[in-house]
C-alpha cells in the first residue's frame, strides 16, 4: 500500500511494507477467551493493570489459528511506560511442557487485556519473537482481548507488525509499528459442544429463563439493527463518492440479498397465518388456565380463613375440646371427692354422738 501526502511543500512518501510471511486473518478460538478472562480474574481483577500471555496455535497460508494460551508473569511500572518485567524462563519452560502435550502447536504470538496498544507491546514482540521456531517466517501476531463486560462486538482485536518506511529531506526512516488484521470466531466441533454445556450451566437466579431468552432476542436484534445501519452508511457514502466501492464487499452484500426469502408467496403467508394463531391460542389457554388457578387459590383462602381473615385450624379446635373434656371430667371428680368426705364427716359425727 502506497500514499502521497504533502506536508510543508514537501513530498512524503509513506509505504506499509510488511514482514516475511504476511497474516490475513486471525481466528481465536473459545478456550483462548476462557483462559485470558481466567487469568485476568485471578492476577487483575479490581485493579488498572493488564496481563499478558502467549498464543499458541498454527500458521497455515497466511491465515494464524489460536488455539490454545498460556499466562506468563508480567508486570509493569504504571508512571515509567518503558520498564515493564516478562519473565522469559517461566515462558521458555511453559512452551516446552506444552510441545510435550501437543507438538503441532506453537508460539503464533501474545494477548494483552489492554484495552489499548501500550508503548511496551513492540518491546514484548521482539522477546516472544525469539521463541519462534528458526524456519518460521510469519511474524507473532499481537491480541487484545477486551474482558469488560457489556460488549455486543467481538471482544478480540488483532495486529500484526510492519514496517513504516518513509523519506523526508532525503532520509530513509523506517519505523515499525501495528497493522490492523480481520479477526474471526472459530471452533471445533468439541469446543462447540463444551461452551453450549457451559452456557447452559450458568443460571442467574434472580433472572427468569422468559426473561433471560427475550433479553437474548433484544441483543441479537440490536447487533443486527447496528449492522444493517453500518450497511446503509456504505452504500450511501459509495453512491456519494465519499468511499471506494470494494467488490467484495458487494458481492457479499447481493448474496445477503440473494438469500432472503420472499414472504409475499401464498404458503408462507398461510403458514405464518397459522403459526401465529397457534401462538395466540396457546397465549389465550395460559392466560385462561392461570385465571381459573388464581379463583381456586382464592376459594381455598377464603374456606381456610373465612370471611374475617381469621384462620381456623382444626388441631387448635381439637385441643380445645380436650381441654373442655379434661375439665368437665375434673369437675365430676372434685364432686364425687366432695360427697365422700361429706359422708366421712356424717359418720364421725354419728360415732361422737354415741
Given at each position: 500500500?502506497t500514499?502521497?501526502m504533502?506536508?510543508?511543500?514537501?513530498?512524503?512518501?509513506?509505504?506499509?511494507?510488511?514482514?516475511?510471511?504476511?497474516?490475513?486473518?486471525?481466528?481465536?478460538?473459545?478456550?483462548?477467551?476462557?483462559?485470558?478472562?481466567d487469568?485476568?480474574h485471578?492476577?487483575?481483577?479490581?485493579t488498572?493493570?493488564r496481563?499478558v500471555?502467549?498464543?499458541?496455535?498454527?500458521?497455515?497460508?497466511g491465515?494464524v489459528?489460536?488455539?490454545?494460551?498460556f499466562?506468563?508473569?508480567f508486570?509493569?511500572?504504571?508512571?515509567?511506560p518503558?520498564?515493564?518485567?516478562l519473565?522469559h524462563?517461566?515462558?521458555e519452560s511453559?512452551?516446552?511442557?506444552?510441545?510435550k502435550?501437543?507438538?503441532?502447536?506453537?508460539?503464533?504470538g501474545?494477548?494483552s487485556?489492554?484495552?489499548?496498544?501500550?508503548p511496551?507491546?513492540?518491546?514484548?514482540?521482539?522477546i516472544?519473537?525469539r521463541f519462534?521456531?528458526?524456519?518460521?517466517?510469519?511474524?507473532?501476531?499481537f491480541?487484545?482481548?477486551?474482558?469488560r463486560?457489556?460488549r455486543?462486538s467481538l471482544?478480540?482485536?488483532a495486529?500484526?507488525?510492519?514496517?513504516?518506511?518513509?523519506?523526508?529531506?532525503?532520509q530513509?526512516?523506517?519505523?515499525?509499528?501495528?497493522?490492523h488484521?480481520?479477526?474471526?470466531?472459530?471452533?471445533?466441533?468439541?469446543?462447540?459442544?463444551?461452551?453450549?454445556?457451559l452456557?447452559r450451566?450458568?443460571?442467574?437466579?434472580?433472572?427468569?429463563?422468559?426473561a433471560s431468552?427475550?433479553k437474548?432476542k433484544i441483543?441479537g436484534?440490536?447487533?443486527?439493527?447496528?449492522k444493517?445501519?453500518?450497511?446503509?452508511?456504505?452504500l450511501?457514502?459509495c453512491v456519494?463518492?465519499e468511499c471506494?466501492?470494494?467488490?467484495d464487499?458487494v458481492?457479499?452484500?447481493?448474496?445477503?440479498?440473494?438469500?432472503?426469502?420472499?414472504l409475499?408467496?401464498?404458503e408462507?403467508?398461510?403458514?405464518m397465518?397459522?403459526?401465529t394463531?397457534?401462538?395466540?391460542m396457546?397465549i389465550?389457554?395460559?392466560?385462561?388456565?392461570?385465571s381459573?388457578?388464581?379463583?381456586?387459590?382464592?376459594i381455598?383462602?377464603?374456606?381456610?380463613?373465612?370471611?374475617?381473615?381469621?384462620?381456623?385450624?382444626?388441631?387448635?379446635?381439637?385441643?380445645?375440646?380436650?381441654d373442655d373434656?379434661?375439665?368437665?371430667?375434673k369437675?365430676?371428680k372434685?364432686?364425687?371427692?366432695?360427697?365422700?368426705?361429706k359422708?366421712e364427716?356424717?359418720?364421725?359425727?354419728?360415732?361422737?354422738?354415741?
Amino acid at each position: 500500500m502506497t500514499s502521497t501526502m504533502a506536508i510543508d511543500d514537501e513530498e512524503e512518501v509513506i509505504k506499509e511494507v510488511p514482514l516475511l510471511g504476511n497474516v490475513d486473518e486471525v481466528t481465536m478460538h473459545p478456550l483462548v477467551l476462557l483462559s485470558v478472562a481466567d487469568h485476568y480474574h485471578r492476577v487483575a481483577r479490581g485493579t488498572r493493570k493488564r496481563v499478558v500471555g502467549v498464543l499458541l496455535g498454527s500458521v497455515h497460508k497466511g491465515k494464524v489459528d489460536c488455539t490454545n494460551s498460556f499466562a506468563v508473569p508480567f508486570e509493569e511500572d504504571s508512571r515509567n511506560p518503558s520498564v515493564f518485567y516478562l519473565d522469559h524462563n517461566y515462558l521458555e519452560s511453559m512452551y516446552e511442557l506444552y510441545r510435550k502435550v501437543n507438538s503441532k502447536e506453537r508460539i503464533v504470538g501474545f494477548y494483552s487485556t489492554g484495552p489499548t496498544i501500550r508503548p511496551n507491546d513492540l518491546r514484548i514482540h521482539d522477546i516472544v519473537k525469539r521463541f519462534l521456531p528458526r524456519t518460521c517466517i510469519t511474524a507473532p501476531v499481537f491480541c487484545i482481548i477486551d474482558i469488560r463486560p457489556g460488549r455486543d462486538s467481538l471482544p478480540t482485536t488483532a495486529y500484526k507488525v510492519v514496517e513504516e518506511v518513509s523519506t523526508k529531506d532525503g532520509q530513509r526512516l523506517v519505523k515499525m509499528t501495528f497493522a490492523h488484521v480481520p479477526t474471526v470466531m472459530g471452533a471445533q466441533e468439541a469446543e462447540e459442544i463444551g461452551v453450549e454445556h457451559l452456557l447452559r450451566e450458568i443460571n442467574d437466579p434472580t433472572v427468569s429463563t422468559v426473561a433471560s431468552l427475550i433479553k437474548g432476542k433484544i441483543s441479537g436484534l440490536a447487533t443486527l439493527t447496528e449492522k444493517l445501519v453500518e450497511c446503509k452508511d456504505y452504500l450511501e457514502s459509495c453512491v456519494r463518492g465519499e468511499c471506494k466501492v470494494n467488490p467484495d464487499i458487494v458481492s457479499n452484500l447481493q448474496t445477503i440479498l440473494n438469500l432472503l426469502p420472499n414472504l409475499n408467496t401464498d404458503e408462507m403467508v398461510r403458514s405464518m397465518m397459522i403459526k401465529t394463531n397457534d401462538m395466540h391460542m396457546a397465549i389465550y389457554l395460559s392466560s385462561l388456565i392461570r385465571s381459573v388457578i388464581a379463583l381456586h387459590d382464592l376459594i381455598n383462602n377464603r374456606i381456610r380463613y373465612g370471611e374475617d381473615g381469621t384462620e381456623y385450624k382444626e388441631e387448635e379446635g381439637e385441643e380445645k375440646k380436650e381441654d373442655d373434656a379434661a375439665a368437665e371430667k375434673k369437675e365430676k371428680k372434685e364432686k364425687k371427692d366432695d360427697k365422700e368426705k361429706k359422708a366421712e364427716d356424717k359418720k364421725k359425727k354419728g360415732a361422737a354422738k354415741k
